[in-house]
């Protein structure tokens, strides 16, 4: 019977369709619409999932990957400026800061850019570590809150974003300000005793200033292609004065902030490496270079107009000058001094007498960040 019915079925259908020729092929049509409609949907489906999907991934991989959670909301304010400083730069450190009762020295610090852990070795022969950033960041020493302590920092080139520790309360907040190839040259350039967020941009040659004191940006060119910039205080009214080294013709070219008039000081020869600090105390830096060659720097004190030529260290060590001070070396003077990354030994030349002092402080692959962290 079941056979049968079917047979009846088949026929009965088959008789249904010749008797309805013309409607069975409007609905093989309908039909054929309707998989289209189905294959449309899932074509659909297929875009959404791929388009979520892949937004998924695009927002995991533009996770920051600092240890520490995502920052939320816009920088906090800061404290009220302490007048009466005066600062004075060496590229991005601040290599002095003269205070009514107390000028600050710089402290050993290194950076390990593999696990990003600071070490700060304060003068007390303590030490405190801290970990922000990872391998790709570039590390900052400057004073964004204006306590006269260092705060902890990191410049990602990827993103252009500042990520900083404010030594006053121990919070943090980030601030976007350059894009990747662009050269982070944080100094205090409108003078109000907080550095200021500011870039370099090697292919227009403009410097991007985030000024603390009015939030707002000036920008100005200064220099040319090949250039590496150096911001200091040369004409020693408390700002940063945009300063540029030009390797080709060894020479420094300052755009003075008191005047705005551009002044040049040749000195050394090419392949010279700039080691601007404050040499002679008078607040003012003074141009400087470093050989690999002899291992000589040349400084051009601004107190007298003379060179003074220093034999210090060898060729592979790195440049660390600063104002370092133990019990034999108190005053306001930049010190000569390397840290030679094979041994992890800083080997500072006391200003005060020109004696030697060694530290052992950070290991090979470290990045030495001296500073007044005052931890
Ligand atoms: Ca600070
Ligand atoms: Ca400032
Ligand atoms: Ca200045
Ligand atoms: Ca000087």
Redesign the pocket.
């Known amino acids: 019977m079941a056979k049968k019915s079917r047979q009846i079925g088949k026929y009965s259908k088959q008789a249904k369709g010749a008797r309805r020729g013309k409607k069975a092929s409007a609905e093989a049509k309908e039909k054929q619409k309707m998989r289209h409609s189905y294959r449309a949907l899932i074509v659909l489906g297929l875009l959404v999932l791929a388009t979520f999907g892949f937004g998924a991934v695009a927002s995991w991989r533009s996770l920051p990957t600092t240890t520490t959670a995502l920052p939320t909301g816009t920088p906090p304010a800061m404290p009220a400026n302490a007048p009466g400083k005066e600062y004075v730069y060496s590229g991005s450190a601040l290599i002095s800061t003269a205070e009514p009762f107390r000028e600050p020295p710089d402290d050993l610090a290194v950076w390990r850019p593999g696990t990003g852990v600071w070490y700060v070795l304060n003068s007390s022969g303590q030490y405190v570590t801290y970990t922000w950033g990872n391998s790709s960041d570039l590390p900052i020493t400057a004073d964004f809150d204006g306590d006269a302590k260092t705060d902890f920092c990191i410049f990602r080139p990827s993103t252009g974003e500042w990520w900083i520790v404010k030594s006053s309360d121990g919070t943090y907040y980030t601030v976007t300000f350059g894009a990747s190839g662009d050269v982070p040259v944080a100094a205090d350039y409108d003078?109000d005793g907080r550095s200021d967020q500011a870039y370099w941009r090697p292919s227009n040659y403009t410097w991007y200033v985030y000024k603390s004191s009015s939030g707002s940006t000036a920008t100005q060119q200064y220099g040319t292609s090949g250039d590496v910039p150096k911001p200091?205080?040369?004409?020693?009214?408390?700002?940063?004065?945009y300063t540029i080294w030009r390797s080709s013709s060894y020479s420094f070219w300052v755009m003075?902030?008191?005047d705005n008039q551009s002044m040049t000081y040749s000195i050394g020869a090419s392949g010279d490496e700039p080691v601007i600090g404050d040499y002679d105390g008078d607040g003012k830096a003074d141009y400087a270079t470093r050989r690999g060659s002899d291992n000589i720097w040349r400084i051009r004190y601004s107190s007298d107009g003379n060179i003074y030529n220093t034999q210090w260290g060898i060729s592979s060590d790195i440049a660390v000058q600063g104002r370092y001070t133990d019990s034999g070396d108190g005053d306001a003077k930049t010190d000569i001094a390397v840290w030679r990354p094979s041994t992890g030994v800083w080997y500072i030349r006391r200003s005060t007498d020109g004696s030697m002092r060694a530290s052992y402080w950070g290991t090979q692959g470290d990045i030495p960040v001296p500073a007044p962290w005052r931890r």
């Open positions: 003078g200091a205080d040369f004409d020693g009214d408390g700002k940063a004065d003075k902030s008191t």
